[in-house]
């Protein structure tokens, strides 16, 4: 690295926190460097290559609802490089497809559920006082649920949906990370959405732009060109931090003195690597949960007999809580005449041999394929620390360690870094504030 040392700022990692760090400092400071442990850029929105298939890290869907984040994506890439999507998801339950969100949508259902839902939400209603404040609402996701959309919506998708993409009870998580993901309808549009008068656009997701070729992964690479290749080192792990000299040691052997410090790796694994860190970070530390995903990329012969870009699967009769399709969003995803599927596993229990049959049973009974035959291949994949679980601990515990990074110069940002669940416009807009901090503020 060719740079005066004491001058230097660090970010650690090329995901999209990071390189939008890189982004937004330039004209800012020549001496910043990102060291990225992968030989790519991207991090979890990087795509691969299986047989002339290309498969995100599962759906990758971009929702940009910030201009400015909006204006940095498309002069990285141009406007022509997306395709812009209408969201067509839904849920299948029962044997039966009925819309997303399923709240306001369960007309479809078996009557008895259909009831259910009904009159559990009717009677939620009526014991619910009005002009809720959120800090008045339950805490508890699985008491938040029943609060505003009664037993039946709890009982046959809120609750078993949530445990299977959680990996955790949903009485065991907190209703915070949700204020912002689960669409919550009013009394009259359940009840609208029952009978069949359907509710559209509703939710965070409706649109989204989708590259038109090469996945999700294209759009790092073009933050990456802007932000400046020269300045990004990959195949560069960072090993150990000191906090108290300043000092980090790369996996190649190096050690490097930094001015600040942002850091987008996971927050356990930061802490995990810093040196002399206090007794109670260290405890906050160990009380920082994650879930674990296992998703299989799928190769299909043929057409897929469903059209949507992703399908929740509640019912816990299945192994997998989500279904999702590159290939129905951008059919340049696959080769002529083939499709795709991503499968989210929430069985993470078993082997794969016990579970694999019965994704394909399940994808059979959801008219996905109609036979085993058109399955060309199954790639299992892996993504630690893929959800953040919100429990009792999470709050107090992430805020002890967040205060004293502060103290020792060294910001944590982006969905791993931070510890949260949010999305890649949230990783760009952490960039923008790392950025200030490292060069706007005192
Ligand atoms: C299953 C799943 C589905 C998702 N779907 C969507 C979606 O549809 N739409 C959406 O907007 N968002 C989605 N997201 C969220 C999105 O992936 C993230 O918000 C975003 O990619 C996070 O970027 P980041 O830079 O914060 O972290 P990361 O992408 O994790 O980047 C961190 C980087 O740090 C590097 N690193 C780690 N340790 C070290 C080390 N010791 N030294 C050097 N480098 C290191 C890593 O290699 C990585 O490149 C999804 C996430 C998951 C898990």
């Known amino acids: 690295?060719?740079?005066?040392?004491?001058?230097?700022?660090?970010?650690?990692?090329?995901?999209?926190?990071?390189?939008?760090?890189?982004?937004?400092?330039?004209?800012?400071?020549?001496?910043?460097?990102?060291l990225e442990a992968a030989d790519h850029v991207g991090g979890k929105a990087k795509s691969e290559q299986i047989q002339g298939f290309t498969f995100d890290v599962t759906g990758h869907w971009l929702h940009l609802r910030d201009a400015e984040m909006r204006a940095l994506v498309l002069k990285a890439c141009g406007a022509d490089h997306f395709a812009p999507v209408e969201r067509l998801s839904r849920v299948w339950s029962h044997g039966v497809y009925t819309r997303y969100p399923f709240q306001a949508n369960v007309y479809g259902l078996p009557?008895?559920?259909?009831?259910?839902?009904?009159?559990?939400?009717?009677?939620?209603?009526?014991?619910?006082?009005?002009?809720?404040?959120?800090?008045?609402?339950p805490q508890k996701f699985s008491d938040w649920v029943r609060f505003y959309f009664g037993e039946g919506i709890a009982k046959h998708f809120m609750i078993p949906y949530n445990a299977k993409l959680w990996g955790v009870s949903a009485d065991e998580i907190t209703s915070r990370w949700c204020q912002r993901?689960?669409?919550?309808?009013?009394?009259?549009?359940?009840?609208?959405?029952?009978?069949?008068?359907?509710?559209?656009?509703?939710?965070?997701?409706?649109?989204?732009?989708?590259?038109?070729?090469?996945?999700?992964?294209?759009?790092?690479?073009?933050?990456?060109?802007?932000?400046?290749?020269?300045q990004i080192q990959l195949n560069t792990k960072i090993e150990q931090i000191d906090p108290s000299k300043k000092t980090l040691r790369l996996s190649n052997g190096q050690s490097l003195v930094y001015r600040k410090l942002v850091n987008t790796m996971p927050l356990p694994d930061l802490i995990d690597r810093c040196l002399a860190v206090p007794n109670e970070v260290k405890?906050?530390?160990?009380?920082?949960?994650?879930?674990?995903?296992?998703?299989?990329?799928?190769?299909?012969?043929?057409?897929?007999?469903?059209a949507d870009h992703w399908i929740y699967v509640p019912e816990e009769r299945w192994p997998m809580y989500r279904v999702g399709s590159f290939t129905n969003a951008m059919p340049s995803m696959a080769p002529s005449g083939c499709s795709s599927l991503y499968i989210e596993l929430s069985d993470r229990e078993?082997?794969?041999?016990?579970?694999?049959?019965?994704?394909?049973?399940?994808?059979?009974?959801?008219?996905?394929?109609?036979?085993?035959?058109?399955?060309?291949?199954?790639?299992?994949?892996?993504?630690?620390?893929?959800?953040?679980?919100?429990?009792?601990?999470?709050?107090?515990?992430?805020?002890?360690?967040?205060?004293?990074?502060?103290?020792?110069?060294i910001l944590s940002v982006g969905r791993y870094g931070d510890?949260?669940?949010?999305?890649?416009?949230?990783?760009?807009?952490?960039?923008?504030?790392?950025?200030?901090?490292?060069y706007d503020t005192p």
Not at 12 to 29: D, E, F, M, N, W
Not at 199 to 219: D, R, S, W
Not at 387 to 400: M, T
Not at 419 to 436: F, I, V
Request: hydrophobic content about 40%; overall charge negative.
């Open 283 to 306: 405890e906050a530390r160990a009380r920082l949960r994650a879930t674990e995903v296992i998703y299989l990329n799928v190769g299909i012969e043929g057409v897929l007999g469903q």
């Open 181 to 230: 993901f689960v669409p919550r309808p009013q009394l009259e549009s359940i009840v609208a959405g029952a009978v069949g008068c359907h509710q559209e656009g509703m939710g965070y997701n409706a649109t989204f732009l989708y590259p038109k070729q090469g996945g999700i992964q294209t759009v790092a690479e073009r933050l990456a060109d802007l932000g400046g290749r020269k």
């Open 350 to 409: 078993r082997a794969l041999e016990d579970i694999i049959p019965e994704v394909i049973e399940g994808l059979i009974a959801m008219e996905l394929i109609q036979d085993q035959a058109q399955v060309k291949f199954i790639e299992p994949r892996r993504i630690p620390n893929a959800y953040v679980i919100y429990d009792e601990h999470y709050h107090e515990a992430r805020e002890i360690i967040h205060q004293w990074l502060t103290k020792v110069d």
């Open 111 to 137: 009557p008895q559920v259909v009831h259910d839902c009904v009159m559990g939400a009717i009677e939620a209603r009526l014991a619910r006082p009005d002009n809720i404040e959120e800090a008045d609402e």
């Open 1 to 34: 690295m060719n740079m005066q040392q004491d001058q230097m700022d660090i970010v650690i990692g090329a995901g999209l926190a990071g390189l939008s760090t890189l982004v937004h400092s330039q004209h800012k400071q020549e001496h910043l460097q990102v």
């Open 419 to 438: 510890w949260n669940y949010s999305s890649m416009e949230d990783a760009l807009l952490d960039g923008k504030r790392a950025s200030e901090w490292l």
